[in-house]
């Protein structure tokens, strides 16, 4: 009598991630701002260059077909010497990935911390050339933890959502 091999479960984790695949398609530049309301007053009043960085950072994914999902970053990047804005910058920074064989407990972390982390150079390197471009000193943003805001945003939907109503 022959043996008949059973399959274990490590061969079918095998398998299941063998299926699992992850591309970047592109990567683009969706849509770019640059405002200076300032100027050329903001280069002449003052000799000292102590300004306030506001940054604002927003993910968005969508669905295409064919396991494509588009994924944009919105960077906004508000700079201000006292009261008065010197600068605002705002990048789009998108990207089309091609994500197949994932649960939807893995597909949304790769949509909303996983690809932003990889566009987020991106849209650094636009930002300070941007600026630069603009006259003032390089603005260099700081990495961003991408997993953490992610975790965040899943911990306000989850406290936001609707209790679940009991029968009585």
């Not at 649960?103 to 930002?127: K, T, V, W």
Request: aromatic residues 8%.
């Amino acid at each position: 009598m022959a043996d008949e091999k059973q399959p274990d479960s490590s061969s079918a984790a095998t398998e299941s991630e063998q299926k699992q695949l992850f591309k970047i398609q592109r990567i683009y530049l969706k849509d770019v701002s640059y405002e200076s309301p300032q100027t050329p007053a903001v280069f002449i009043g003052s000799t000292s260059w102590q300004p306030n960085v506001s940054l604002h950072l927003n993910t968005e994914s969508t669905k295409l077909e064919n396991d494509l999902y588009e994924c944009v970053l919105t960077v906004t990047a508000t700079v201000k010497l006292g009261e008065e804005v010197a600068y605002l910058t705002e990048i789009k920074q998108a990207g089309l990935f091609l994500v197949r064989g994932f649960d939807a407990d893995r597909l949304g972390p790769m949509l909303g911390s996983f690809c932003p982390n990889l566009l987020f150079p991106f849209a650094r390197e636009e930002i300070a050339s941007l600026v630069q471009k603009g006259g003032f000193p390089q603005l260099l943003l700081d990495p961003v933890n991408f997993d953490a805001l992610y975790a965040q945003h899943v911990e306000a939907a989850r406290q936001n959502a609707p209790a679940p109503e009991t029968q009585q």
